[in-house]
C-alpha cells in the first residue's frame, strides 16, 4: 500500500479519535507522519488559544508553517500538563513500546511525551512489529559527545553488535548534532522480549543470557555515564491504551 496514503489515514484517525478542539496544551512531535497529524489538527479546529509544544527545531518549523502558535517547552507552568502529544515512532511492539530516535529528536520527544496526560504514537502498518527491533534494527542514544568512546564500549559489553556514531555525508561531514549539541548513537541489539516473554521463560531478559526485555535495556543503557536519553518509550501506555492498539495497520497505535 502507499505509505503517504497509510501515513495520513493514521493521522487523520488519530486526530479525529484523541484531539480535542477546547485543548489548552497540545504536543507536536517530530518526523514526516507528524506533518499529516498538523494538518489534520488544522482542519479540526481554529481555536487560536491553543497552543502547541515543539519536540524539536523540525517540529517547531511544522507547527509555524501550519499558521499554529509554538511554545516553548520549559515556558510551560511547573503543574501544567499538556492534555495529549503526538508523535511518530520507528517501530511499535505488541504492548506498545516505541523505538524512537530515527530523526534525532527523542530527548524532547520523551519529555513532551512524559508531561501529557494521554500520548498518541502515529504508526503506519509498517512500524507494527510483534517485538521492537525485529524490522529497525538499532536503539537510538542521544550521548555527551565527550562520552561516546566509553558509552560504545559499554554498549557492546551490553551486547550491542558494532554501535555506531550517526554521522552524515550528505549534509554534514562529521557526526550529526542534535538540538541539545549532542551526538546519537544507534546501538543494534537482537529483537527485545516484553514482560511477557520473560514470565513465560524465553529469556532471562536482563542481557546475562543474551536476551535484553525493553525496560531492563532502557534502563542498562540510560545508567551509562553521558547517556542523556535512550529511544526506547515503554510505559506511556495509560489506561486506555487498549483503546489505543492498533486494530488495523492503518490506524494509530
Ligand atoms: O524520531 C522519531 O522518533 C520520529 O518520531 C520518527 O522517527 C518517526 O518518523 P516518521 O514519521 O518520519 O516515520
Known sequence: ??????????????VKDHFDPNAANVGIGSGTTIVYVVEAIKEASTN???RFIPTGYQSRQVIVKAGLTPIAFDSLAEDTMLDVAFDGADEVDVELNCIKGGGACLFQEKLVAQ???KFVCVADYRKKQDRLLTNWPTIPIEVAP????????ALKTLGATEPKLRTTLLEKSGPLKTDQDFYIVDAPFKTLLVMEDVKTGK????GSDGTWE???LSEAIKSLTGVLEVGIFSGLNGPDAEALRATDSRKTV
Do not use: F
Open 48 to 50: 487560536p488559544a491553543i
Open 203 to 206: 529469556g532471562n531478559g536482563d
Open 146 to 153: 565527550l562520552s561516546v568512546p566509553a558509552v560504545l564500549r
Open 214 to 216: 525493553v525496560n531492563r
Open 1 to 14: 500500500a502507499n505509505v503517504e496514503a497509510a501515513k495520513r489515514a493514521a493521522a487523520r484517525q488519530a
Open 115 to 117: 508531561r501529557a496526560r
